[in-house]
């Protein structure tokens, strides 16, 4: 991938590490701050685009279940398409591992060094250690909360996130941007909503109040409620973006 952005002075350090059939590679990446990420980013979605490959952005808060729904997920449609997985952390490898050992699929792990987000020329630095030649879709699992994810455009095809039930249904209200942001809302643990006061309706009228456009979906990615659904929404995706 060639690009020309303007490098300021400032530098940070992440790493990866990628998980194989037998072995654990650790690779140390120096990256510039770009100027100007959204430039980066929309030049990383047309070379994504070009090569075929969907990348989707997901967030969510700590907890919120997103290596569960994607271990479900993978599983249901790994058979139909070709996936890879990069998990974001501040630190720890421990989602990396369990993917690659639940699902079988290429898994890659980033560590940012620190920072609570990802931008496009951390996403492109995982893609080009990941290796895309191979696969159809990317999950980039981002760092764990619902405000810094949001404000930087990781060049991906698509953004998603996961709101759990314990959460509570204000959180459209309280965190406006990443909702705005998700072309598909997953509604997580509703196998424990007798437990919470959470309203459903309201919550999916929140939502919608900050994005009439989103999909929303109620899942429990524990005992698999409707994530044939979730699965039909990325094959049907996947069909599109490569036509």
């Keep these: 991938m060639n690009f020309n952005i303007k490098k300021e002075c400032e530098k940070v ?17 120096h990256r510039s701050a770009y100027a100007d990420n959204d430039l980066e980013a929309d030049a990383l979605r ?6 075929g490959v969907f990348v989707v952005n997901l967030m969510s808060s700590p907890g919120a279940g997103k290596t569960t729904t994607l271990t479900t ?47 496009a020329g951390m996403t492109k630095a995982g893609l080009d250690g990941i290796d895309t030649k191979d696969l159809d879709i990317v999950f980039l699992e981002n760092v764990g909360n619902l405000v ?3 404000e930087f455009d ?19 209200l309280k965190y406006p941007l990443v909702f705005e942001k998700s072309d598909l809302v997953l509604i997580n643990k509703i196998d424990a909503k007798e437990y919470f006061n959470f309203d459903m309706d309201k919550c999916i009228e929140y939502i919608k109040v900050r994005n009439k456009d989103a999909t929303i979906i109620p899942i429990s990615a524990k005992t698999g409620e409707n994530m044939n659904l979730v699965a039909d929404y990325f094959i049907n995706k996947i069909k599109c973006f490569k036509e």
Excluded: W
Aim: charged share 25%; hydrophobic share 45%; with cysteine.
């Design 46 to 51: 047309s070379y994504l685009k070009e090569k």
């Design 13 to 29: 350090v992440f790493y990866f590490i990628i998980f194989g059939m037998e072995e654990v590679r650790t690779i140390l990446l």
């Design 154 to 172: 990781t060049g991906a095809s698509m953004d998603m996130m996961i709101l759990s039930i314990p959460e509570g249904d204000d959180k459209p």
């Design 148 to 150: 810094c994810p949001a």
């Design 73 to 119: 997920l993978i599983n249901l449609i790994k058979n139909k398409v070709r996936v890879g997985v990069m998990e974001a952390d501040i630190d720890s490898d421990v989602d990396a591992v369990n993917i690659a050992k639940k699902t079988g699929v290429k898994s890659i792990q980033l560590h940012t060094g620190g920072m609570c987000h990802l931008d």
